[in-house]
């Protein structure tokens, strides 16, 4: 589950960054580094912050059956 957490090929993004701040009002990101950016922006001081990071939700299939739930 962690490696999703931590996946290397993650595309960098101001919304992750230690940085940056979302917008309660836009979806701007203040960065401490380069002001107002936008959410998918990034520059040479990027540093993934994981905490900042909500991963989607995993897609169930809904194909169950009552043997699924047998122990």
């Known amino acids: ?3 999703k957490f931590f ?3 993650l595309k960098h993004s101001c919304a992750w960054c230690r940085y940056g ?3 309660d009002y836009t979806d701007e990101i203040f960065c401490l ?4 950016t936008g959410r998918f922006d990034s520059c040479r ?3 993934y912050d ?3 990071r909500i991963p989607e939700n995993a897609k169930l299939s809904g194909n169950y059956t ?5 122990i």
Request: charge should be positive.
């Open 1 to 3: 589950m962690s490696a």
């Open 7 to 9: 996946d290397k090929k």
């Open 21 to 23: 701040k979302k917008s």
């Open 33 to 36: 580094k380069r002001g107002v």
């Open 45 to 47: 001081h990027y540093k």
């Open 50 to 52: 994981p905490l900042k």
């Open 66 to 70: 009552a043997e699924d739930f047998e």
